[in-house]
């Protein structure tokens, strides 16, 4: 009887030591370790690729923003700011009904398959207004001119960049409206032009928020 206490109780503590050392090394030292070289070798990924402008932080490149126009009186969707650069399409974005203290924005992806006609009527609709709102005088956006990446909403539906083909369709109209020469607002654009990833990964793009940024900092200049 008492060999046999003696050995659970035994047990007991080798396991209690286990335990506590265990806790120590991956919910103490481990979480300390990879936040100390992640703050050290990757500051900017590991706080979120916070954006900044005028000292304050304005978003972060790995999301999309919208820039629309304050509702009116009775709209339900709000207007594109045509002053600045655009991004994607945002059709599979949702609202918080659940939860409603906080004021929530939901990704997602449409889930549409390529022949829905809710679908189709979005493209075409997209399409429609990206002629109407980019052709400006001495300048006209035929439907060729337009990319896939501005009729389509991402998989998230946050997608921070757009290709340069769409940024390069916005260039007039975002001059006309700001009063810039055409051939400045095609320079930041083609300065905000990333390549692909490595040489070979993903697609030439360029991050709205900070086409956008920059674009007010030139304004403010003229």
Request: zero cysteines; glycine letters at 10%.
């Amino acid at each position: 009887m008492n060999n046999s206490v003696t050995n659970t109780a035994r047990l007991l503590w080798a396991a209690l030591r286990a335990l506590l050392v265990l806790t120590v090394v991956t919910g103490v030292l481990y979480p300390l370790a990879v936040t100390g070289v992640a703050q050290g070798l990757f500051n900017g990924k590991a706080n979120g690729s916070e954006i900044k402008a005028d000292g304050k932080v304005v978003g972060s490149s790995l999301i999309g923003q919208s820039y629309n126009l304050p509702l009116k009186k009775g709209q339900e969707t709000p207007e594109p700011d045509l002053k600045w650069f655009q991004g994607r399409p945002a059709n599979g974005l949702g609202t918080n009904s659940v939860n409603t203290q906080y004021k929530l924005i939901l990704s997602g992806a449409t889930n549409r398959s390529g022949d829905n006609a809710d679908l189709i009527k979005w493209v075409e609709d997209a399409k429609a207004a990206v002629i109407k709102d980019n052709s400006v005088n001495g300048y006209t956006v035929k439907p060729s001119d337009v990319p896939a990446d501005a009729v389509t909403s991402s998989g998230s539906g946050l997608d921070p960049a757009i290709s340069p083909d769409y940024a390069d369709i916005q260039v007039h109209r975002v001059a006309e409206k700001n009063g810039l020469p055409v051939a400045q607002v095609q320079k930041l654009v083609d300065e905000h032009t990333q390549g692909r990833s490595l040489g070979f990964i993903g697609e030439p793009r360029v991050n709205v928020l900070e086409l956008n940024i920059a674009l007010k900092e030139l304004a403010a200049k003229s």
